[in-house]
T-cell receptor, first 110, second 115 residues
């Protein structure tokens, strides 16, 4: 079946560091891909998405590119802030279900 | 309402009791999803609805779990004879339609504690 694998956390970085959170997927067909974020004490929010190969989703300085050849959708940000501390979930939609990865906890130090 | 609303926000129940969790999706959203998130874990898919129908119930952990949706709106997730391993945050999400690329909007969840 379809699945999403993302790097295990926690990831700890200093403020202004470059961030990459890896995500790879297994799917039949052509899924849409998403990153969701869960800030402390809050619900999940959609961060960005891409619906076809080579699309780049972006929001709040975060980016991810839909790479069909490597079945990946890695999340990147050039300069992280303390306020980016959260849990990040990679997900895909296919056949009407949304499948999530296990989440990666990100902790940014001031 | 403007977002997905879940109630109660917290529920403590005794082992063996039944509980009912409610989800009010965003108006006009035909797809509705239920997930379970255990402490420190990812999201575990339970069930989704397209309209009032549930095409995929494969994620329900046991026959103690059931869900329904009426009027293409409110959904309830019922857990009968609760067990301690049912303790988790139960999340509901809705989207315009299942299988689209628009993403889903999540409620704040119901934190269930079985004692």
């Amino acid at each position: 079946g379809n699945s999403v694998t993302q790097m295990e956390g926690p990831v700890t970085l200093s403020e202004e560091a470059f961030l990459t959170i890896n995500c790879t997927y297994t799917a039949t067909g052509y899924p849409s891909l998403f990153w969701y974020v869960q800030y402390p004490g809050e619900g999940l929010q959609l961060l960005l998405k891409a619906t076809k190969a080579d699309d780049k989703g972006s929001n709040k300085g975060f980016e991810a590119t839909y790479r069909k050849e490597t079945t990946s959708f890695h999340l990147e940000k050039g300069s992280v802030q303390v306020s980016d501390s959260a849990v990040y979930f990679c997900a895909l939609t296919e056949d009407d279900k949304i499948i999530f990865g296990k989440g990666t906890r990100l902790h940014i130090l001031p | 309402g403007a977002g997905v609303s879940q109630s109660p926000s917290n529920k403590v129940t005794e082992k063996g009791k039944d509980v009912e969790l409610r989800c009010d999706p965003i108006s006009g959203h035909t797809a509705l999803y239920w997930y379970r998130q255990r402490l420190g874990q990812g999201l575990e898919f339970l069930i989704y609805f397209q309209g009032n129908s549930a095409p995929d119930k494969s994620g329900l952990p046991s026959d103690r779990f059931s869900a329904e949706r009426t009027g293409e709106s409110v959904s309830t997730l019922t857990i009968q004879r609760t067990q301690q391993e049912d303790s988790a945050v139960y999340l509901c999400a809705s989207s315009l339609a299942a299988g689209t690329g628009v993403g889903a909007f999540f409620g704040q969840g119901t934190r269930l504690t079985v004692v």
